[in-house]
């Protein structure tokens, strides 16, 4: 089956000509649809700029992205907007219009795709059900809680129908209560509407409880990928082992059932 995102020897250098900075160093991966696919990493090993490069929110240096069989650095302006559409992001801080309510931070996607009010309005309320806020369409950010803003987040990401969701820490800032109960909601939406969906994350945990496959970044390269439990049972990089361990390691201060 063709890959749903590809990249060919993905390569970012940063800054090339005052202080070059190479954030990705020939990447090639493969991610297929439906999957939730992990990438993990220290900071600044290159995850960020991986994932920006997958809507062309970062511009390669060179190598090449494949999203649904485009090219997407081959496209026209109009042609990169229409793909767009088909691929959304959410944030660790949700990037949400803070003088804007709910109905109006969901439908701000749809208005931009000229969308009529009503079919707007209609939609926006199908994805606050979705995402469990339908009593929420009219408070404003600032009245809701951390979880909920990411639920919003969510919703707004959805509006569109995209085919892919990119989640860069969008867990990050959330209490590990809360994470369990926005990454449920993420394996909901990818098992009910197909939604493939890339996360990025430091946290071991968030692969474990949710990911179908993960790939390690180590300055800005793939150190090692695979299915979760390939990673987990039988990890063969240092890099790998590092994450794995530290799992554990974790598992044993919380309740002394890691082995
Ligand atoms: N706009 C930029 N200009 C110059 N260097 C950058 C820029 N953005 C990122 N970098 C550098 O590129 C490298 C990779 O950064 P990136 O943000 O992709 O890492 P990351 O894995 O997402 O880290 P974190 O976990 O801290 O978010 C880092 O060395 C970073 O300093
Ligand atoms: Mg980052």
Avoid: W
């Amino acid at each position: 089956m063709e890959p749903i995102i590809k990249t060919e020897a993905l390569t970012k250098v940063y800054n090339p000509k005052t202080n070059p900075v190479k954030a990705l160093d020939s990447i090639d991966l493969e991610i297929q649809k439906g999957d939730i696919y992990g990438i993990i990493g220290l900071s600044g090993a290159g995850k960020s700029t991986l994932v920006r490069c997958f809507n062309l929110l970062e511009k390669p240096t060179s190598g090449t992205v494949t999203v649904r069989g485009q090219e997407l650095q081959s496209l026209t302006p109009r042609e990169l907007r229409r793909a767009r559409t088909q691929i959304s992001m959410i944030f660790q801080h949700f990037n949400l219009l803070m003088q804007k309510n709910v109905e109006q931070n969901i439908c701000f996607p749809l208005y931009i795709n000229k969308v009529k009010k009503a079919e707007a309005h209609a939609r926006c309320m199908e994805l606050l059900e979705i995402v469990g806020l339908s009593d929420k369409a009219k408070a404003y950010p600032s009245q809701l809680s951390g979880g909920q803003r990411q639920r919003v987040a969510i919703a707004r990401a959805l509006a569109t129908n995209p085919e892919i969701l990119l989640c860069d820490e969008a867990t990050s800032a959330l209490d590990p209560q809360t994470t369990s109960q926005i990454l449920s909601l993420l394996k909901e939406i990818n098992e009910r509407y197909g939604i493939t969906i890339v996360i990025i994350t430091h946290e071991m945990a968030v692969v474990r409880e949710i990911c179908s496959h993960v790939a390690i970044v180590d300055k800005g390269r793939i150190v090692e990928r695979g299915t979760v439990d390939e990673i987990f049972d039988s990890p063969k990089t240092d890099e790998a082992k590092r994450f794995v361990l530290y799992r554990e390691k974790n598992m044993n201060f919380e309740g002394g059932q890691g082995i």
